[in-house]
């Protein structure tokens, strides 16, 4: 699986905060701003959408995925 294929597997709203954060390069305030989320959500999409796609694609690629407590 590719990254775009991963990307597609998350739900809009959280796509849209990753992508704006890691290809747009914007900040998370930027991001709540122009989305009109509020900046505890636009942070808490980056996170667990991070955490989703290193998941979905190490499993890709076979190899086990660190759990990290929050």
């Given at each position: 699986m590719?990254?775009?294929r991963a990307l597609a597997?998350?739900?809009?709203p959280v796509r849209l905060c990753i992508v704006l954060?890691?290809?747009?390069?914007n900040t998370h305030d930027?991001?709540?701003?122009?989305t009109?989320?509020?900046?505890?959500?636009?942070?808490?999409?980056?996170?667990r959408g991070t955490q989703r796609l290193q998941s979905i694609l190490?499993?890709?690629?076979g190899?086990?995925?660190e759990e990290k407590s929050s």
């Open positions: 590719d990254l775009d597997t998350l739900k809009d954060s890691y290809h747009e390069g930027e991001i709540a701003e122009f009109g989320m509020s900046l505890g959500t636009v942070k808490s999409h980056i996170r190490a499993a890709y690629q190899r086990p995925t």
